[in-house]
T-cell receptor, first 114, second 111 residues
Framework: ETGVTQTPRHLVMGMTNKKSLKCEQH?????MYWYKQSAKKPLELMFV???????ENNSVPSRFSPECPNSSHLFLHLHTLQPEDSALYLC?????????????FGSGTRLTVV | SQKIEQNSEALNIQEGKTATLTCNYT??????LQWYRQDPGRGPVFLLL?????KEKRKERLKVTFDTTLKQSLFHITASQPADSATYLC??????????FGKGTTLSVSS
């Protein structure tokens, strides 16, 4: 394990369902990120949280809703998704002064929308 | 808008050879550049960070160069092994901004 834990590892959901992805880190990092990785495409930055405040939202559809209740936990709430939202969703965290350090990624949640 | 290109989608080499992967960027000036390794179905793992004022960085069998004139970074793995087979991602970054990644190059090392 990397120190960033994502649950569930796999998720199949219908287009009318509501589900949540969870990310947890106890590394003392103060920034957390959601990325989407689709086949043959680069990692797409979705959301950035720094000190529990959202600092970036890259034009992500409103059917994706992030939540960061504290510096150790990050959620991605999903509702009325589309089949094209099927992808690997990755959470990452970084320490203070993150320009000097790499990100720590979780193993991801493989999401399939049917 | 900023653009990151990793020239080869796939690179196949023989065990023991040096693998060289390329990362080019356009329309911005990153303050530093990071390289990651990603195995299938897993998240990327941080390998190396090089700053704009550094020409070269080494870590064991890995070497990274950063040429701000050419807007390019080269990532070398010397004495490559089958266990080095993975996808390698580059992320040239401006200071204080979240990482944006290239598509990656998938390296296959055959024995």
């Amino acid at each position: 394990e990397t120190g960033v834990t994502q649950t569930p590892r796999h998720l199949v959901m219908g287009m009318t369902n509501k589900k949540s992805l969870k990310c947890e880190q106890h590394l003392g990092h103060n920034a957390m990120y959601w990325y989407k990785q689709s086949a043959k495409k680069p990692l797409e930055l979705m959301f950035v949280y720094s000190l529990e405040e959202r600092v970036e939202n890259n034009s992500v559809p409103s059917r994706f809703s992030p939540e960061c209740p504290n510096s150790s936990h990050l959620f991605l709430h999903l509702h009325t998704l589309q089949p094209e939202d099927s992808a690997l969703y990755l959470c990452a965290s970084s320490p203070p002064g993150s320009d000097n350090y790499g990100y720590t990624f979780g193993s991801g949640t493989r999401l399939t929308v049917v | 808008s900023q653009k990151i290109e990793q020239n080869s989608e796939a690179l196949n080499i023989q065990e023991g050879k040096t693998a060289t992967l390329t990362c080019n960027y356009t329309n911005y000036s990153p303050a530093y550049l990071q390289w990651y390794r990603q195995d299938p179905g897993r998240g990327p793992v941080f390998l190396l960070l090089i700053r704009e004022n550094e020409k070269e960085k080494r870590k064991e069998r890995l070497k990274v160069t950063f040429d701000t004139t050419l807007k390019q970074s080269l990532f070398h793995i010397t004495a490559s092994q089958p266990a080095d087979s993975a996808t390698y991602l580059c992320a040239p970054a401006r200071a204080g901004t979240a990482l944006i990644f290239g598509k990656g190059t998938t390296l296959s090392v055959s024995s």
